[in-house]
């Protein structure tokens, strides 16, 4: 009798075999728990969800499941025993600032009166602080910065004051009084020019001050 000895990947675990058999070929989802000899088959066993994973049918022990996913990412695909862990990156104007979450988070929206203090990023949220009323405002709910407050000019005067919601309103001052009339009040940054009408005098009446004397 002449004996031989068993290939690579093959084994005969009793003496008086005719043939080695083939080691054992282990499952997507299972991985090798004990390598195979030439005297012991390969032993196989489940990989465990969450940690392990084997994809494929064949010998190798099951493969560590990615680590969590990163902030600025989230999990698009929960590892299973056949597959790893999918990571994807969060969309514009959302963001995940810890790790292992499974969405991201929509940036905060400033409200009116309210504008954008720092930035949103895939890892941060958006920060937003209160306009400074006189300095700038903001209209409408957003995610914008304060809007700066719109300044008269020398010949506009100031309507409407601004506030946090709203920008301060100008209009032109009259560059003069209508025919008949007389300034009774200059322009000034708050208000336009005030006009009164010439009072005419009357058969029987007299005229005791000039047009326009004691007046501005």
């Not at 940036?107 to 306009?131: E, F, I, K, N, Q």
């Not at 920008?167 to 560059?175: I, K, Y």
Request: aromatic letters at 6%; proline letters at 5%.
């Amino acid at each position: 009798r002449a004996c031989v000895l068993c290939a690579e990947g093959m084994f005969s675990a009793v003496a008086g075999q005719t043939a080695c058999a083939a080691w054992a070929t282990c499952l997507a989802g299972s991985g090798q728990q004990q390598s195979g000899s030439s005297t012991a088959d390969r032993t196989c066993g489940p990989c465990k969800a969450g940690l392990t994973y084997s994809a494929a049918v064949g010998g190798a022990m099951c493969s560590p499941v990615s680590p969590p996913c990163s902030p600025g990412k989230f999990t698009a695909t929960a590892a299973t025993p056949t597959s790893d862990r999918v990571c994807a990156a969060c969309a514009g104007g959302t963001f995940t600032a810890d790790a292992g979450l499974a969405a991201c988070s929509a940036w905060t929206t400033c409200l009116a009166g309210a504008g954008m203090a720092s930035p949103g990023s895939s890892t941060a949220d958006r920060h937003c602080a209160a306009c400074t009323v006189g300095s700038n405002y903001s209209a409408a709910n957003g995610g914008g910065a304060c809007t700066p407050v719109t300044t008269c000019s020398a010949t506009e005067y100031e309507y409407a004051a601004p506030t946090g919601i709203s920008d301060r309103g100008c209009n032109t001052h009259s560059a003069s009084c209508p025919t008949g009339h007389f300034t009774f009040a200059a322009p000034t940054g708050t208000s336009d020019r005030m006009c009164h009408a010439i009072a005419v005098c009357q058969a029987g009446e007299y005229e005791t001050a000039e047009i326009g004397r004691a007046h501005v």
